[in-house]
């Protein structure tokens, strides 16, 4: 791991074992929900994770956070090996990478007051006494938009926005150098996800922070990303900077994401050929042979079922895992 680089994950998978037999109810399949991905994010930058429902971005999030435990694989955190690491080992390391989450309400204990929830990472780590956690929450709350004066105010008393902003200060509360952010505006209404968005730039340059930011709107991951992903069923079938991704697009897949994508103004003569996929996604339980997405490729032809394409350089960082690339 270069200096420059603060989170690489090596041919990550995650298996969810699924079914059961009748005699002995051990589980007779797995999902393959993450299938050997690697990926690295450059100190400062934010990488973009984008696919369909059900593509495994969110189970990746989770792996790279160690919220979930590798089927196989593994995490390096500032060049310590984060998926090995010991438990006390985890809990120091913590400290360096936090989550933000899809629902900003669902991971705020209604019992407890905002306040209290932004200082909680704070308790668990007892990095500051009692005096001088309150003191850094308040900080905290005035970095994020949020006034001091709702302390000691309850998560149903708040907007989703607002929410949002106290899951971010609780995010902040121990200095981290990674945030992995969970789809973090999809919960909200569009008029707040520029306002948050714009948060989290700002975050960004004035703290240094690096993001994984998981996201399936194409709009705000090219407003936001200085590098993108994109997922299909639990790989990574292109990757590289916005420009490469959006405007050079190369893999079929992206493509049909693209062609999906709303026209700002419709009156302004620019028009978009719609790339309608057939047939379903396939069962994570049984994916295809060879490439995963040849069920649904315009473009596959007969190597595509017998052999898996590689993730290979096109040029410039811009990888793309396709037998026949435009």
């Known amino acids: 791991m270069s200096d420059d680089v603060v989170l690489e994950a090596f041919d990550l998978k995650k298996y969810f074992p699924t079914g059961a037999s009748n005699l002995l109810q051990r589980p007779t399949q797995v999902v393959q929900a993450v299938d050997g991905v690697s990926l690295s994010l450059r100190r400062g930058t934010t990488l973009a994770i984008v696919g369909e429902s059900g593509c495994g971005k969110s189970t990746l999030a989770r792996l790279l956070a160690r919220l979930i435990e590798p089927t196989a694989g593994s995490v390096v955190l500032n060049g310590v090996n984060f998926t090995s690491a010991s438990a006390k080992q985890v809990l120091k390391m913590r400290r360096d990478i ?10 705020l204990n209604p019992r407890h007051s905002i306040g209290q929830s932004i200082g909680t990472p704070i308790r668990i780590q007892k990095t500051m006494s009692r005096d001088d956690e309150k003191r850094r929450v308040f900080e905290l709350m005035e970095l994020v938009g949020l006034s001091v004066e ?5 998560p149903h008393e708040f907007s989703g926005g607002q929410r949002q902003r106290a899951g971010i200060a609780r995010a902040l509360a121990l200095n981290p150098k990674v945030i992995v952010a969970d789809e973090p505006v999809s919960a909200l209404d569009v008029s707040i996800q520029a306002q948050i968005l714009n948060l989290l730039e700002n975050l960004q340059s004035d703290l240094g922070l690096s993001y994984v930011f998981i996201a399936h709107d194409l709009s705000v991951v090219r407003h936001i990303a200085d590098k993108v992903a994109v997922m299909y069923l639990g790989k990574i079938v292109e990757i590289g900077s916005p420009e490469a991704v959006f405007e050079a697009t190369t893999h079929p897949y992206t493509k049909a994401l693209m062609s999906a994508v709303p026209i700002a103004n419709p009156q302004s003569g620019v028009k978009r050929q719609r790339i309608i996929l057939t047939g379903d996604v396939p069962s994570p339980v049984n994916p295809p042979s060879g490439c995963r997405f040849r069920t649904r490729c315009p473009q596959a032809q007969d190597l595509c079922a017998h052999e898996e394409p590689l993730l290979i350089d096109r040029g410039q960082g811009h990888r793309v895992a396709c037998h026949f690339p435009d």
């Open 98 to 107: 936090q989550v933000v989450f899809q629902d900003p309400y669902a991971c």
């Open 150 to 154: 709702h302390y000691n105010r309850f």
